[in-house]
């Protein structure tokens, strides 16, 4: 089966930056679309970012369109998250998750899901 592994977070300053990044391992799946959702506590899970791993075409959240780009290395099969101006209320646990057949802004559509990786925005 699949395993997805995010790193690259931590602790950053209002207005800094970020890169995740999610290795997955194991099973090939057959989708195309990769993603990128938060949740921080007591909140429901957020979708922020897609990539279409075959073409690289991407979506977003309207709340971070300006500010994140979602990137693929198909050799490493890996995928990216940069954050940039990142603000105290995006402090949150961010997963990578793979989709299945659906909408793709809903959790329940994604298959298979990383543990998570903590981004701490400071003000």
């Known amino acids: 089966q699949v395993q997805l592994v995010e790193s690259g977070g931590g602790l950053v300053q209002a207005g800094g930056s970020l890169r995740l990044s999610c290795a997955a391992s194991g099973r090939t799946l057959s989708s195309y679309l990769r993603g990128w959702f938060r949740q921080a506590p007591g909140k429901e899970r957020e979708f922020v970012a897609v990539?279409?791993?075959?073409?690289?075409?991407?979506d977003y959240s309207d709340s971070v369109k300006d500010r994140f780009t979602i990137s693929r290395d198909n050799a490493e099969n890996t995928v990216y998250l940069q954050m940039n101006s990142l603000k105290p209320d995006e402090t949150a646990l961010y997963y990578c998750?793979?989709?299945?057949?659906?909408?793709?802004?809903?959790?329940?559509?994604?298959?298979?899901w990383g543990q998570g990786t903590q981004v701490t925005v400071s003000s």
């Open positions: 998750a793979v989709a299945g057949v659906g909408d793709y802004r809903l959790p329940s559509t994604y298959i298979s």
């Open positions: 990539i279409n791993w075959r073409s690289g075409l991407a």
